[in-house]
């Protein structure tokens, strides 16, 4: 503002510097010179010598102005100089005082008044700007400068609805509108671009505009132009917003921006060859512009044409490999249907921008979508290294969700519960996250912790079926099987209080787990039902068939219809070692004793060292009458699971001391769950 009144004041005040004269020349200027043209001609001299010393910073420049001001005090434009001296020295009652007197001189001068109210409105004298801006209405209200300043000073106190009956008022008054009808047009399209074209501002700001784009043109004209073009285009109106980019064209036709506007307006009104048109106009200006051809990459994918738009990209990364956008533009379009060139193109960008974290940031999501889970989780420590403590992805609960996924995958469990935390801490909503974390927790026999976490979640949302579901889930691998049993129960509830969308949530995976709970809390019959209710909901379960069939096999019983439901599950899964441990007990139960050996024994070459597979091969042999074989297999199996008390049993039985193998035994230590489990 202190600028602006400055360049004013040397506009009005003084043309150019005087330039020393001849003595004889002088002499004779002066002798002419009467009364109140020799005060004046005083008056420049000091004005243009407090210019000059202004421009040299000598603290003296305010002294000539204020004796300018003193010789001619009809010229407001002298004291405006000398009120922005005072302002500029810290002595804001002093610039005032200045203009105020400047006022009670020249009491009918528009112009005093004006600057009277910018004096004020610097030096923060709100309710005083306001009156002289009034003031300066009431002497000249066909001038538009006092309505602007009033309505900027409503504006300054967020006062807009004030600041527009100003302006209304004003219109039909001044002789040029066009600034009027510009502020107008501003003050109703600042709100349109939260609301889009339903916002009620948009015909008022379209309004405003178009009355502005009918007044003379001046330098202002083409931006105003495109500012109405946009409008149109958010109120569909393509075509009027055509016209707007075209005219605003003429001003400046190799304006890229406005071409591309002109361009996607052909697009959009269906007119492809005008718009390759100008896409060859385009290019034909600059080809190795990498601006030119980075534009001519968007609009080639806007029109479906990935091809050219990966070579429009590609050569504006070779014109300028240090700017990220070609790279990731590039990139996007590639992973849609060849990640790993996607990730080819941002790997290449780091040779030139290793620092870059759009790319640490989209090829972690590369690595994470190809399930490259250790290349993720090194690109993610990276991306936290280059990231300043106050970058605004730190406080993105996404970014720790997607690194500890990675962690997680990884088997790096601590670091999985660190991110998971933090993501939590910012956003607890993540049901999710905080079923991950929970796992993870009862991994490491922090039940209570798990457990708190879930409550959370039910406290919040009591009918989420999701949280009572899961909760039951974790609450079985924890092993409180009682616990689980009631959250199954309430979790079926939730579900069938949501109607027919609801039933759909009790699917075949609620059922096997809803089961396998009841099973291990010895509650068969309750468990053979809910396994048929798994089954009848997926006929290809095949785990709730093997399941089912193992539980009888166990109990030595329905040992056919058993056999028969591991055989469907093994046509669905003909490998799968469990499977074929199922059927070989079948078979043992039955006394099909070589063919339960067969095929327990594939069983342990596809899963070797698993303790149950093993005590099932050592029951084989000891019924066979290979004793040896099987006292092998029974003290394999012991070593891998020691607190399994039957197997000790049989081994202490035939003269084998289970407590020094207790002892030496070494069993595999559980990894981390992954977060598919």
Same mark, same amino acid.
């Given at each position: ?572 899964? *003909?490998?799968?070692?469990?499977? &074929? $441990?199922? +059927? =070989?007990? %079948?078979?043992?139960?039955? !006394?099909?004793? /070589?063919? @339960? #050996? ?9 899963? *070797?060292?698993?303790?149950?597979? &093993? $005590?099932? +091969? =050592?029951? %084989?042999?000891?019924?066979? !009458?290979?004793? /040896?074989? @099987? #006292? ?9 699971? *020691? ?7 049989? +081994? ?26």
């Amino acid at each position: 503002m202190l600028a602006c009144l400055g360049a004013v004041a040397f506009v009005a005040g003084c043309r150019t510097p005087p330039q020393q004269a001849a003595s004889t020349d002088q002499d004779r200027s002066l002798a002419v010179l009467e009364g109140r043209e020799a005060d004046m001609a005083d008056a420049l001299a000091y004005y243009g010598a407090g210019v000059l010393r202004e421009g040299l910073r000598d603290s003296g420049a305010v002294s000539n102005y204020m004796r300018a001001a003193e010789l001619a005090p009809e010229n407001t434009s002298l004291a405006m100089r000398v009120a922005v001296q005072f302002i500029r020295r810290g002595e804001n009652d002093r610039a005032a005082a200045i203009m105020e007197e400047a006022c009670r001189r020249n009491p009918r001068s528009m112009e005093a008044a004006f600057i009277l109210s910018q004096v004020y409105q610097i030096i923060n004298r709100p309710a005083d700007a306001r009156a002289a801006a009034a003031r300066a209405i009431e002497l000249d209200p066909h001038n538009s400068k006092g309505y602007l300043q009033l309505a900027a000073l409503w504006i300054g106190v967020k006062d807009e609805k004030s600041a527009v009956k100003v302006l209304q008022d004003g219109l039909a008054k001044v002789k040029d509108p066009l600034p009027m009808l510009r502020l107008l047009g501003d003050l109703h399209a600042q709100h349109i671009y939260e609301a889009g074209h339903k916002s009620e501002n948009l015909p008022e700001a379209i309004k405003y505009y178009e009355k502005a784009a009918a007044q003379p043109t001046d330098d202002l004209s083409p931006a105003y132009l495109q500012k109405l073009g946009d409008l149109f285009i958010i109120s569909g109106r393509t075509a009027k917003a055509l016209a707007c980019f075209q005219k605003a064209a003429i001003y400046d036709p190799d304006d890229l921006q406005l071409m591309q506007k002109i361009a996607l307006c052909h697009l959009g009104l269906g007119e492809r060859e005008k718009t390759v048109e100008l896409l060859r106009k385009i290019s034909g200006k600059d080809p190795q512009n990498p601006a030119i051809n980075y534009y001519l990459g968007e609009l080639y994918e806007s029109l479906g044409d990935r091809q050219r738009a990966v070579e429009c990209f590609d050569a504006a990364r070779a014109a300028e490999p240090s700017n990220p956008k070609s790279y990731l533009k590039m990139a996007v379009i590639h992973l849609r249907d060849n990640p790993r060139k996607a990730e080819e193109v941002i790997r290449d960008g780091l040779k030139h921008l290793p620092k870059e974290k759009l790319f640490l940031e989209l090829l972690s999501q590369i690595y994470l979508r190809n399930r490259q889970f250790n290349e993720a989780l090194s690109v993610f420590a990276r991306l936290r290294g280059v990231l300043s403590p106050g970058d605004p992805l730190l406080s993105e609960p996404g970014f720790y969700v997607n690194y500890g996924l990675a962690a997680q995958q990884c088997r790096q469990a601590d670091l999985a519960l660190e991110l998971y935390r933090r993501a939590l801490d910012l956003d607890p909503s993540l049901l999710e996250t905080r079923i991950r974390l929970a796992t993870l927790l009862i991994w490491k026999q922090e039940r209570e912790e798990a457990f708190s976490l879930m409550d959370d979640v039910i406290l919040a949302a009591p009918d989420n079926f999701f949280a009572w579901y899961y909760y039951a889930v974790l609450s079985s691998r924890a092993g409180e099987y009682s616990q689980s049993i009631a959250l199954f129960a309430r979790a079926g509830a939730a579900a069938l209080a949501l109607g027919a969308r609801g039933a759909q949530l009790l699917d075949s995976g609620f059922y096997f787990y809803y089961a396998s709970a009841q099973e291990r809390n010895g509650n068969i019959t309750q468990a053979e039902k809910l396994f048929a209710e798994a089954i009848a909901a997926d006929p290809e379960n095949s785990d709730a068939f093997n399941y089912l069939a193992y539980m009888w096999a166990e109990k030595g019983v329905r040992l056919d219809l058993a056999a028969d439901y591991v055989s469907h599950a093994l046509e669905v899964d *003909p490998d799968n070692p469990a499977y &074929l $441990d199922t +059927l =070989g007990w %079948i078979r043992y139960r039955q !006394g099909m004793l /070589a063919e @339960a #050996l067969d095929l327990v024994q594939d069983a342990n070459a596809l899963m *070797p060292g698993d303790a149950t597979i &093993l $005590d099932h +091969l =050592g029951d %084989i042999f000891m019924a066979s !009458g290979n004793e /040896a074989a @099987a #006292l092998d297999a029974w003290k394999r199996s012991f070593s891998r699971d *020691p607190a399994n008390r039957a197997v000790g049993k049989k +081994l202490t039985d035939r003269g084998v001391d289970a407590e020094k193998l207790r002892r030496e035994a070494s069993p595999p230590e559980m990894p981390p769950p992954s977060a598919e489990e």
